[in-house]
């Protein structure tokens, strides 16, 4: 038999290797975390920009909002479920690359409906962060259960300050300026060689 003085070190190095395994994937979720923050308000800094440009009214911007956040309850509904059956990591994975596929689809987008359906798209596959903070439960122990989720709401909230500017800033590097845009064409009088009549003035 070993001695206790050995089974114990055996038990800590295996404790040891074990926080060092939990501390990797938290902070594999909390990239994934930080990167859904702030790829959300990016696509909605620019969003106003991109209807603008196809010649989208405000009341579609707002209906636009409205989508993303319709089909977002249906990807909380989706990806806990799919989760729970078939683990955290792969659900985490497909919606990342599902949100990739939705930004594709929203920079490419070449008519309003188009845009629509780029929106639908993304707030289907959004569901990584409920996905993300489940996992981070799931890998943690009860004692730093809090701490992890704590650094995960503060993350988020990190992403969220990011995408916002960060969007705001492409657009004003990759955005003509109103001098370079198309102008619209003014249309040709139907009489051009006539000259406006002007009122004389009394004598």
């Not at 295996?14 to 923050?37: H, K, M, T, W």
């Not at 993303?68 to 909380?76: E, R």
């Amino acid at each position: 038999m070993l001695p206790c003085n050995q089974i114990g070190g055996m038990h800590s190095s295996s404790r040891e290797a074990l926080s060092a395994l939990q501390a990797r994937a938290v902070r594999g979720a909390l990239v994934v975390l930080f990167i859904d923050a702030t790829c959300v308000f990016l696509g909605l800094s620019v969003l106003a920009y991109f209807l603008e440009d196809l010649g989208g009214s405000v009341l579609q911007l707002g209906s636009l909002f409205a989508t993303f956040c319709i089909f977002k309850v249906a990807a909380s509904t989706w990806s806990g479920y799919a989760s729970d059956k078939l683990g955290r990591r792969p659900v985490l994975i497909v919606s990342t690359f599902g949100v990739s596929v939705g930004f594709l689809l929203t920079g490419t987008a070449q008519s309003v409906p188009w845009l629509f359906v780029a929106r639908a798209w993304l707030g289907f596959w959004s569901g990584g962060a409920s996905v993300g903070r489940a996992y981070i439960a799931d890998v943690t122990s009860p004692s730093h259960r809090t701490d992890a989720m704590g650094k995960a709401g503060a993350v988020m909230m990190v992403g969220y300050a990011v995408g916002a500017p960060l969007g705001s800033t492409c657009m004003l590097d990759l955005r003509p300026s109103p001098a370079c845009r198309p102008q619209p064409q003014s249309h040709p009088r139907p009489y051009p060689h006539r000259q406006p009549s002007r009122s004389r003035s009394r004598s």
